[in-house]
């Protein structure tokens, strides 16, 4: 599921700056806003996460990943309650128009000021740039994932890059390129196979070659 939804936010991100938005990083797992759209309406259209997180919160629970069944079904029940309040839920595109004009947002400049933004970012990265910087990210990617564990998963690798790769222009395939990139290069290598899923579990040649040593002492 994590590693779905982080190719799913570099692909979305990729669409989206396709069409002259821009992006920016702000949270785990690739998630990401579009710059320039007011924080104070990001905040109320966050009221139902905010809500979640409260709840979680009063039953002594940090955040939902720490128990995300929960998590779920808490969204789940708020989901209904919200549902059951709207006049035509079907309808989403005009009630969220609506909402916006109600707390002095007109939706059309909120458009227009996303477009500003993706229109001075665009201007920011040559290719050669944009390549560099994709290249960057992902050659950290290793580090990432050993910071706090010997080995990890594909899954988990799959994830992490698309998660770097969110606001580069990149999306889906330029993902799966650097993942294959970075098993060809070395950069990680892969131990053996998870038992449950028939997927590779990798580690880096530094933490490998440390586990070696410690191993001959």
């Not at 997180?53 to 002594?60: F, I, K, N, P, W």
């Amino acid at each position: 599921k994590m590693a779905s939804g982080a190719v799913y936010h570099a692909e979305l991100a990729r669409g989206l700056q396709r069409l002259g938005l821009a992006v920016e990083n702000t949270g785990t797992n690739g998630i990401f806003e579009i710059a320039g759209v007011d924080p104070a309406l990001c905040s109320y259209f966050s009221a139902r996460r905010h809500e979640i997180e409260g709840e979680l919160a009063a039953a002594g629970i940090e955040n939902s990943a720490a128990a995300p069944a929960l998590a779920a079904a808490k969204a789940r029940s708020t989901r209904r309650s919200k549902l059951k309040t709207e006049d035509d839920p079907q309808d989403r595109h005009a009630l969220w128009r609506s909402i916006a004009i109600a707390r002095g947002f007109a939706p059309d400049r909120v458009v227009e000021t996303a477009r500003e933004h993706g229109r001075a970012a665009s201007d920011d990265l040559t290719t050669a740039e944009q390549d560099a910087l994709i290249r960057e990210r992902v050659d950290a990617v290793p580090r990432t994932l050993t910071e706090t564990r010997s080995v990890f998963e594909h899954r988990h690798l799959v994830a992490e890059v698309a998660a770097a790769l969110v606001g580069t222009g990149a999306g889906a395939e330029r993902a799966r390129l650097e993942v294959e990139r970075l098993a060809a290069s070395g950069a990680v290598v892969a131990l053996g196979r998870d038992q449950r899923w028939p997927h590779p579990i990798h580690s880096t040649p530094e933490l490998i070659a440390l586990e070696r040593d410690l191993r001959d002492q």
